[in-house]
């Protein structure tokens, strides 16, 4: 009976809802405007309020903004920036109706970009709908150009530091990074690729350069609602510098440590009233605190921005990257007792051959259009092109072939791989009302294709050598080293493509100003197509072994909102992400893939008019279909095959993290982050080959801190003097591999690592245009290292020097 009741006054309530609000909605009314610099750009994330009732929003990335339910009355309009004049205006608000009121900066857009020096505050574009921070129910973090600029930082993984919970734990080879986040890695790209160059998945082999960009972004914890298969711990986006219509630029000469040498040039300005240009390159050359390696590099960023008009802009960017490094596979390890051991050896001990090289050339292209339909609905279109081509030779990875005595009989390795990704992407972001409930939707689809090609080789030892010869990494003097390069032929060149679609929608439901929802589901489908095999012997083409996978998913995310004030936001979500799993289940059929669920709560804050701003979240998140080897045939015999598997396993990522950075005035900004996390097995089968339970994942510290304060001097005798220090924190961790139950041979293939902090100094001097900047960077000279499987132990760098002299234009 009570059953039956609740079922019938359950679309009573609905009703007397609506009409509740239909009449709070003809009693109350909007304001609603657009805030614009004073060069005709929009003004995104700017303060409006009302002064009067302390009630107010921040414009959206098109400079609009509305502030709905307010009281019949007058008022005063409020709009106010970081470090900027702040302005008012006397407005009418009457029932049931709209009043409009715009506001033109008297900073142009150049001068707003110049006083958001920490990102907090600012949405990131990763997210496609142009939410604003405190309306996005997801920790993120922002790193901006200013913060890049000071701290001198010239790879990804020096910028990732200042992210909390985010952490760089290897250098594959020397020649790449991979990051991880909530217990998740993320690496160089592919199929699953989870890196993105303005919003678009981009391949980071060689080293992206991070010197020259406008910001990096970082949406951490499932992204799948957005982007489909990428990594349930975070995805970056690198946001390059963009065309400006006044004329301006800065040159630069950065030296450093080990003959460090790096020249930079970016200059900008318009070609005509409606089309601006851009360019920003660089030249690296360096050699390194690692015996023997080198680095060369060449970066080149040239983009066109064309007005078509009010309401359509053509945005068009490339780059080139040439980078030619040595490869580096670190110190190596001994096998001693069966265990990896760190070997104790200098830090600038190279075990690679002294002519090893690895070359990329990668290039880049792509086409933004956005269009403006009005203030409220704006459609944006991408279409993009990257390609990578890696040519390297020289020793291959150390991985459990050297003795507990250092003995080491090297073998080679050459590579020669190309990748194209290609990308199309649509999205069309609106604004409107049902009643008093407002909406910011968000309606798009997105293809991503990519095509790898791999090449094998046979290598020419000499007559009767199967190995290239004999090194003791503890002691490089007990053998003669060979120093010729052996002929590499090539045999088979095997073509990989795979395409990722999908097609998604996402509501952020205003149903008052205090309690919000966003909503959202995505449909994505990734097909591996079959490989093709290439005799480059006899030239005949064949199928490679596994067939053609096709793979769908639902991806849904939804969360509520509570913001008591204008400056603080509760949330709490559900979403879920998808892992594509190889092999098959114990009837010979393809693995479904594998469906991550996460639950996420916080609380943000932006304090004293946005200049500080404070985020504090928790998660919680569960791989229930894991993939491991089944025990047991169909037919109930044991089973041996590794890729034979069934959904019996589980892991579990359960973590913290804490934001608290402050922008104070233009003079004095601090980063401070903590992060926390527990990434574990939490079920597995008791058979051979399948995760230990209960044994943390590798590559994943516990704990990670950051912290960064700078502070430039406006008092008269030390005006232009520029102080900062930053410190950084990795905890505990083990490298190596998991281990696994009856593994053979029997030991750990752990490798435990201590924690470690390094610590960066800065000083620096501006006189008008000129500037001069200078760092000690790791001034402890702490050792530590970052671990690549059980071959790829590379210390950190040491105690290094680096300062750049600018003069801006």
Do not use: C
């Not at 949406?219 to 711990?233: C, E, F, I, P, R």
């Not at 440590?257 to 851009?278: I, M, Q």
């Not at 060979?482 to 493509?497: K, L, N």
């Not at 574990?680 to 209960?694: C, M, Q, W």
């Amino acid at each position: 009976m009570k059953l039956r009741y609740a079922r019938l006054s359950f679309p009573f309530i609905i009703i007397l809802l609506l009409f509740s609000l239909q009449a709070f909605a003809q009693t109350h009314g909007t304001v609603s405007g657009i805030v614009k610099t004073s060069d005709g750009n929009p003004a995104s994330f700017v303060n409006v309020s009302l002064k009067e009732i302390r009630k107010g929003t921040t414009t959206s990335e098109d400079g609009t903004y509305q502030l709905k339910g307010i009281s019949e009355g007058t008022y005063t309009l409020l709009v106010t920036f970081i470090g900027l004049q702040s302005q008012e205006k006397t407005i009418r608000v009457k029932a049931g109706q709209v009043t409009t009121t715009d506001f033109d900066l008297l900073e142009n857009t150049a001068q707003l970009s110049e006083v958001v020096v920490v990102g907090n505050n600012k949405a990131v574009t990763l997210g496609k709908a142009s939410i604003a921070p405190l309306d996005l129910p997801q920790m993120t973090g922002v790193v901006s150009n200013v913060v890049i600029a000071n701290q001198q930082a010239s790879r990804l993984g020096d910028v990732l530091k200042n992210v909390s919970g985010v952490s760089l734990t290897q250098q594959r080879g020397g020649v790449a990074e991979t990051f991880s986040a909530r217990g998740y890695s993320i690496g160089i790209a592919g199929a699953g690729g989870s890196i993105f160059k303005n919003g678009v998945i981009s391949n980071t082999m060689g080293f992206p350069e991070a010197s020259t960009l406008e910001s990096v972004e970082v949406l951490k914890g499932s992204s799948a609602l957005l982007y489909g298969n990428v990594s349930g711990g975070l995805i970056i986006n690198m946001v390059t510098k963009k065309p400006k219509f006044e004329f301006g630029g800065e040159a630069s000469m950065r030296a450093g440590s080990f003959g460090l040498l790096k020249p930079t040039l970016d200059v900008y300005g318009p070609l005509a009233k409606n089309l601006a240009f851009r360019v920003v390159g660089t030249y690296e050359t360096a050699k390194s605190y690692r015996d023997v390696v080198k680095t060369n590099r060449v970066y080149v960023n040239p983009s066109l921005l064309y007005k078509l008009g009010q309401k359509t802009t053509i945005l068009l960017q490339g780059d080139y990257l040439k980078s030619d490094l040595t490869p580096d596979n670190g110190v190596g390890s001994l096998n001693q007792n069966q265990d990896a051991i760190i070997p104790n050896v200098p830090r600038s001990r190279f075990i690679n051959t002294n002519w090893a090289y690895n070359n990329v050339d990668q290039t880049s292209g792509s086409l933004n259009i956005d269009h403006a339909f009005n203030n409220n609905w704006k459609l944006t279109a991408i279409a993009s092109a990257q390609g990578t081509n890696v040519t390297a030779y020289g020793a291959a990875v150390p991985n459990n072939n050297v003795s507990a005595t250092g003995d080491w009989t090297r073998t080679l390795s050459r590579t020669l791989t190309s990748e194209k990704d290609y990308t199309g992407q649509v999205n069309l972001n609106g604004r409107f009302n049902t009643g008093s409930i407002g909406h910011q939707v968000l309606v798009g689809s997105d293809l991503v294709g990519i095509v790898s090609v791999s090449n094998s080789f046979t290598i020419n030892y000499g007559a009767g050598k199967t190995a290239y010869d004999k090194i003791n990494i503890l002691n490089p003097n007990l053998y003669e080293t060979r120093t010729d390069i052996p002929d590499a032929t090539g045999t088979t060149r095997t073509t990989s493509p795979s395409t990722r679609l999908g097609v998604y929608v996402q509501d952020l439901i205003s149903l008052t100003d205090k309690f919000k929802i966003l909503a959202g589901v995505r449909w994505s489908q990734q097909k591996t197509v079959q490989t093709t095999v290439l005799n480059l012997l006899t030239q005949a083409e064949t199928r490679g072994a596994a067939e053609t996978k096709t793979d769908a998913a639902f991806s849904p995310k939804v969360a509520l909102m509570y913001q008591p004030t204008k400056t603080t936001s509760f949330f709490g979500s559900y979403a879920n992400n998808f892992t594509i799993n190889t092999g098959v289940d114990i009837y010979g059929q393809i693995l479904k893939p594998s469906i991550v669920d996460q639950f996420e709560a916080g609380v943000k804050n932006e304090l004293f008019n946005g200049r500080i701003s404070a985020n504090v979240g928790v998660y919680h998140i569960i791989n229930s279909n894991f993939a491991q080897m089944a025990p047991f045939k169909a037919d109930g015999t044991p089973n041996t095959d590794a890729n034979v598997k069934e959904f019996t396993g589980q892991t579990t990522s359960d973590g913290l993290e804490v934001d608290l950075t402050g922008n104070l005035s233009k003079n004095f900004y601090f980063i401070t982050g903590y992060g926390y996390n527990y990434m574990r097995y939490t079920r597995t089968s008791l058979v051979k080959g399948s995760p230990i339970e209960g044994e943390r994942l590798t590559n994943n510290p516990a704990h990670t801190a950051n912290a960064t304060i700078f502070y430039t001097f406006d008092l008269p005798r030390l005006r232009g003097l520029k102080l900062g220090a930053s410190a950084f924190y990795t905890g505990a961790r083990y490298g190596g591999n998991n281990n696994t139950y009856g593994q053979t041979p029997e030991f750990s293939r752990l490798i435990p690592l201590t924690g470690f902090t390094t610590v960066d100094l800065s000083a620096g001097y501006t006189y008008r245009k000129v500037s001069i900047l200078a760092k000690v960077s790791n001034i402890t000279n702490e050792l530590n290292y970052l671990i690549h499987d059980r071959y790829s132990i590379m210390p950190i760098p040491p105690r290094q020097f680096v300062t750049t002299f600018s003069y801006r234009f």
